[in-house]
């Protein structure tokens, strides 16, 4: 019986959305990055692949058009690798790489990529085109609900209080802070540098400024005291006590 192993894993650093050093870093390209770096410490040169298969959550703006075939052609592999994105939402990173095992498994291929890939800041904008199908909706009326009224449903039924969220969110702040300072992602992690779009808050002008990224989060101490200044991103939230 074949099996499925991984050989190789690689990610881009995590920036904030919006004010982030990837504020201006299309999605392929962040993809590409990791891509290109796990193929590489897997010792191959990238025609072997036979198959590249992202999840992305929204697929729209830069994020569209199989933006799984996107980030495979940047980050330079040859066109004969093929490509798909699958969409199913938080866990579609997880669901790639368990279609890139399946098709090691049974699709008989030998080599193939799975990840995920979302960028907050270039696809969740102003921009951002959602349609509903009113006959869809009218048959399930909570078909489009957004993931942070499931959120407020959950602490309300389950009587979540905003202090528990709060803890647990500190708590998960402190823990990865700790793994940064210990080198924990070091080996996972590929440095990135990114070209970020910054705002001058006096006149309002947009410029760009290359970005070398770096290890660095939250402190706890900073951490605790942002939480208890966090404003609700919903009126229910601030009822669910």
């Given amino acids: 019986m074949r099996e499925a192993v ?22 392929p390209t962040l993809a590409a990055h990791a891509i290109s770096h796990a193929v590489k410490r897997a010792g191959l040169d990238g025609p072997e692949v036979e198959d590249v298969i992202m999840g992305s959550a929204l697929q729209q703006g830069s994020q569209s058009s199989n933006v799984a075939r996107m980030a495979t052609l940047r980050a330079g592999m040859p066109d004969s690798v093929s490509a798909m994105t699958i969409d ?39 921009d951002m085109r959602v349609e509903a199908d009113p006959e869809l909706h009218a048959l399930h ?13 959950v602490a309300k039924r389950y009587n979540v209080s ?15 802070h700790e ?39 939250y402190k ?3 951490m605790a005291q942002d939480v208890k200044v966090i404003m609700p991103p919903l009126d229910l939230f601030s009822k669910t006590k």
């Fill in 141 to 153: 009326p909570a078909a489009y609900m957004p993931m942070i009224d499931t959120a407020e449903i």
């Fill in 88 to 126: 199913r939402q938080c866990s579609s990173g997880m669901m790639a790489i368990g279609l890139a095992a399946k098709q090691i498994l049974v699709d008989n291929m030998d080599i193939a990529i799975g990840g995920g890939l979302d960028s907050i800041s270039k696809v969740q904008t102003a």
């Fill in 220 to 222: 706890p101490e900073e």
């Fill in 179 to 217: 793994a940064q300072l210990s080198g924990k992602f070091n080996d996972e992690i590929v440095p990135m540098t990114s070209v970020m779009a910054v705002k001058n808050k006096e006149t309002g002008e947009i410029f760009k400024e290359k970005k070398d990224w770096e290890v660095k989060g």
């Fill in 6 to 27: 991984i050989v190789s894993t690689a990610r881009t650093p995590i920036g904030r959305a919006y004010r982030g050093a990837f504020n201006n870093t299309c999605s």
């Fill in 162 to 176: 905003r202090e528990a969220q709060d803890n647990y969110a500190l708590q998960s702040q402190k823990r990865t």
